[in-house]
């Protein structure tokens, strides 16, 4: 990592507020070249935090935008951090409304030429792409990183029409925590603790609308830009990792949009900024990758950065299975149209006598974290377990006649699998995994997808299978770019459980019988293209870091994935440790202590055993201050045969003091996912 402390400007950076049509204020901070020339403005809208939690990051970049030019301004959303208002649902009609009103401040403003970007990660990226669909003037251009699409069907809810418990019940968890946490003294003044009192009488568990909604209907698909990418009027590059669960929205992007303004950039990478330098890498210099993107379109240069392919995606070479890669092998790619003129889809019909599918109930332990944020325990390890406990095909990698040449099976975009199925029950799911499996046996996943054999007739509808009849369901699979060797073995393993990541349904655990008769999968077989050549990205950069620093502690930390087993129960229990941050002291003398565990619990041959649980404790101290907030949450879900049953308590206190306690118990029933 390359850290610059100069740049062409010389920069300055102030908060302040910035008022909303309505009375209510957003707390911002701007970083700006020193220059009497109005320069364009780059918006970055978050509810996490920027006075604490997203600091570290922000002064990686804002300052190293502000140094090339660029008015780099980073908001909170209403009702997190130090502004106004009270907090509402991910990316609801409020918030992007309020985001075209900042968008629109950001272009008035006398030291802005009237152009504006957005840029973000994650909730950054999804309202970039949204207030982009709502198209203020002002807003000329985009960078989304790792966002989405498609709120129902690509999201940290649902997948493939079943309910994600690893992370709708996790994300519901954190965002509960998250909205809990009081602004800060120092930068709102004696107000604060009002202020903390009136946001916290507003939160709700986003939970309970998450669950009321289990089919793709109105409230997912508000926000979700692919209901109409004509709307969309920036330009968008859209970046994603291999390793992201959001990578296939780029896929769409350079798809569905104009090829005259949209780029797709996809790498090895994690739910990261491709800079960061965390794993999976190689990491790029995506400062300046975007810097490129801003001075084209928000400064009218003459770059080039249009006449780079529509698509640059990596391609990863065969690896040994591991949970964590500092660095993958592999080669950058280029695709001037999407599909593209070199990828051609290659069927494998798969063979043998009808099976029965019915995995064991804990089959997918193995499968990994759902967001990989470049920690230890966060790629799946060898399959060889899971592979055990499904039905597998495999298809050797080998030369075509003899003395011909033995070329790799290369892959970029998304497999697809037609099965034939036969349930003896309304209800079940299946989950396909693509592994690439070594001469010595070791299975590496490459990829997986997931259907709700409920949604088979579309995501917006919930169809009971017809009992004891055969059906063909076609799904997808998330998009890779990887290489399988000569000598190595493709293996398709299909299971009828996965958790903790699909919530199973009662009747489920039958599983279901597999014609391999009427059974295929298709890989997107990519050919080497002209367009391959001369794709090099410079070294990472960043600006100073803000200097954050960690306290050492005596603890054993716990580990981050631990598989507990109650043999004579026949329970299996993972529990996790997101590793969000932990402790640290910010320069201006803030204490923030965060400690996070989740919990996962299945017996095996029972679906209504299902269980999760998460707890959150946060801590934010000012000593010079006398300052002391935490805030403590425990989320839980069960399920019976009718529905999900959720229990949620928020307590929070400064000092001793409690000032604030609620608990929700609610039964939804369960109509679909």
């Known amino acids: ?53 997203t600091a570290p990051r922000d002064w990686q970049r804002h300052p190293w935008y502000a140094g090339h030019g660029y008015a780099s301004v980073r908001v909170d959303v209403r009702g997190h951090g130090c502004s106004g208002g009270r907090p509402g649902d991910e990316y609801d009609a409020r918030e992007l409304a309020d985001g075209v009103a900042v968008v629109q401040w950001l272009a008035a403003q006398p030291w802005c030429t009237g152009s504006v970007g957005m840029f973000g990660i994650s909730w950054g990226g999804f309202n970039s792409l949204q207030i982009a669909a709502l198209a203020p003037e002002a807003l000329k251009a985009i960078v989304t990183v790792c966002s989405t699409d498609d709120r129902y069907d690509n999201d940290v809810h649902y997948m493939g029409g079943s309910v994600l418990a690893v992370d709708m019940h996790a994300w519901a968890a954190t965002m509960l925590a998250f909205a809990s946490r009081p602004p800060d003294p120092k930068f709102v003044g004696d107000g604060w603790r009002q202020q903390w009192l009136d946001r916290l009488e507003s939160v709700e568990p986003l939970i309970h609308t998450w669950l009321s909604h289990q089919t793709r209907d109105g409230y997912w698909r508000h926000g979700s830009v692919c209901e109409d990418y004509s709307a969309i009027g920036a330009a968008v590059l859209a970046v994603g990792g291999w390793h992201d669960p959001y990578r296939d929205t780029v896929l769409r992007l350079v798809s569905a949009l104009p090829s005259s303004r949209v780029r797709g950039l996809i790498g090895p990478w994690s739910h990261q900024y491709p800079d960061r330098g965390l794993p999976p890498g190689p990491a790029i210099g995506f400062l300046q990758e975007t810097l490129r993107w801003w001075d084209h379109w928000l400064k009218g240069a003459d770059n080039g950065v249009m006449s780079e392919p529509l698509l640059r995606s990596w391609i990863s070479d065969s690896h040994p299975p591991a949970t964590v890669y500092e660095e993958l092998p592999g080669r950058w790619v280029g695709d001037r149209s999407w599909p593209s003129a070199s990828v051609v889809p290659v069927p494998y019909g798969l063979q043998g006598a009808p099976v029965v599918v019915a995995s064991p109930q804990h089959t997918g332990l193995d499968a990994g974290r759902f967001f990989p944020f470049g920690n230890a325990a966060d790629l799946p390890p060898d399959q060889r377990e899971e592979d055990a406990k499904s039905a597998c095909f495999e298809f050797p990698v080998g030369g075509g006649s003899p003395g011909e040449p033995v070329e790799p099976v290369e892959i970029l975009g998304r497999p697809s699998v037609t099965v034939r199925l036969r349930l003896d029950v309304p209800y079940g799911q299946v989950v396909a995994r693509l592994c690439d499996v070594a001469p010595d ?77 009427g059974s295929v999968l298709t890989l997107p077989v990519r050919a080497p293209s002209p367009a391959d050549e001369g794709i090099v990205f410079e070294a990472p950069e960043q600006s100073e870091p803000l200097g954050v620093s960690f306290p050492a502690t005596l603890d054993e930390p716990r580990p981050e994935r631990l598989v507990v087993r109650d043999v004579a129960r026949g329970v299996w229990r993972l529990e996790v440790d997101p ?29 209504l055993s299902a269980r999760t649980r998460s707890e959150w404790r946060i801590r ?23 529905g999900f049953l959720t229990s949620n308590e928020v307590v929070c206190r400064e000092g001793d003091e409690v000032v604030f306690h609620r608990t929700w118990e609610r039964r939804l029933p369960r109509a679909a996912g």
């Open 1 to 53: 990592m390359i850290i610059r402390t100069e740049f062409p400007y010389e920069t300055t950076h102030e908060d302040v507020r910035i008022p909303l049509p309505d009375g209510v204020e957003l707390y911002a901070r701007i970083w700006r070249p020193v220059t009497d020339e109005p320069v364009p403005a780059l918006l970055e809208y978050l509810p996490y935090r920027l006075t604490d939690w």
């Open 579 to 607: 590793r969000y941050g932990g402790t640290r002291v910010y320069p201006d003398g803030l204490e923030y202590g965060e400690d996070a565990v989740e919990e996962y619990e299945i017996a095996d041959g029972d679906p």
């Open 620 to 642: 934010l101290h000012r000593p010079e201050l006398g300052w002391d907030a935490r805030v403590e949450t425990r989320s839980e879900i069960a399920c019976d045969a009718g």
């Open 441 to 517: 046996g070791s299975s590496t996943l490459v990829t997986r997808g997931a259907l709700n054999l409920s949604a088979r007739q579309g995501r917006d509808r919930a169809v009971p299978w017809p009992v004891g009849s055969y059906e063909d369901v076609t799904f997808e699979l998330n998009g890779i770019g990887h290489s399988f060797p000569p000598g190595h073995r493709i293996r398709l393993a299909l299971s009828s459980a996965y958790w903790p990541w699909i919530w199973p349904r009662a009747g489920s655990e039958a599983g279901w019988t597999l014609d391999p008769a």
